[in-house]
């Protein structure tokens, strides 16, 4: 039995995912944004243990990464947390940053340097990182014309490059990142192909299987496959340089 932490998990893949895990015989503890999305996640899962915390507030987020290390140590934490491409205008956080980047790459980068290290870390991405933005020129869209669908996927790219980042920084975690597919959640909307029971599988796969296919590390998977992901995410140099944004926006280092 392994014991699992899933960011972003009051509904759709990550409560989808708990589940699962949970039917497997699996230990999970979950995460809600607010103590009333606490309260309801733990009425649909049956899970005792919810972390409470809004990703998008950095304040709130280092609370997020105590009250999990307090629950842990974990075998495996999926960082599964993000807003969505629909937004039609910038929205700026209380920390004065766009909230897309502050959710879905901040956040996660936050929660891997501050709660204890996993065997295994899996990173939620998306096959339209491979439409994402490969430079940090603007990241925080205050000098383009906004536009969500391109805001979602450079972060989804910067999830890639962060997965293949800590892989290369900690050999001894295995950390991969995953297109989970276009799956009919309250995220992908109505009119998605994917069923949840597809979205969730291979995380679920790279959390807790023996097999030798998901005992890697610093790859990038869709449908329980291993794929090619975008090329400048394995560059070390754009890697090291997320990193080190993140670090000057937060006042956290990763830890070698």
């Known amino acids: 039995m392994a014991r699992i932490f899933i960011t972003g998990s009051a509904d759709g893949l990550g409560l989808g995912l708990g589940r699962r895990l949970l039917d497997d015989g699996h230990d999970v503890v979950l995460h809600a944004r607010n103590e009333q999305r606490a309260t309801d996640t733990r009425a649909a899962s049956g899970v005792e243990q919810v972390v409470v915390g809004d990703l998008a507030n950095i304040a709130e987020t280092l609370d997020v990464a105590t009250q999990a290390g307090r629950a842990g140590p974990f075998d495996a934490i999926v960082h599964n947390a993000g807003i969505g491409y629909t937004a039609r205008r910038r929205e700026e956080t209380a920390d004065g940053l766009e909230k897309h980047f502050a959710v879905n790459v901040l956040a996660p980068y936050l929660l891997t340097a501050l709660i204890p290290r996993p065997d295994r870390l899996i990173y939620l991405s998306s096959g339209m990182h491979h439409g994402g933005r490969t430079t940090l020129d603007d990241p925080q869209w205050t000098s383009r014309r906004w536009n969500g669908s391109a805001a979602y996927s450079d972060t989804k790219l910067w999830d890639v490059v962060l997965a293949l980042a800590v892989a290369r920084r900690w050999p001894g975690v295995r950390a991969n990142a995953v297109d989970p597919g276009w799956i009919a959640t309250r995220m992908g ?16 796969w790279l959390a807790v299987s023996d097999d030798p296919a998901a005992t890697v590390t610093g790859r990038y998977f869709s449908n329980m496959r291993e794929e090619r992901p ?4 394995t560059r070390a140099e754009l890697q090291d340089e997320l990193l080190d944004y993140c670090a000057r926006l937060s006042g956290t280092l990763l830890p070698e």
Do not use: M, S, V, Y
Not at 192 to 197: E, F, H, Q, V
Not at 230 to 233: N, V
């Open 230 to 233: 975008a090329a400048a995410t």
């Open 189 to 204: 909307g109505a009119g998605a192909p994917g069923k949840l029971d597809e979205g969730t599988r291979t995380q679920a």
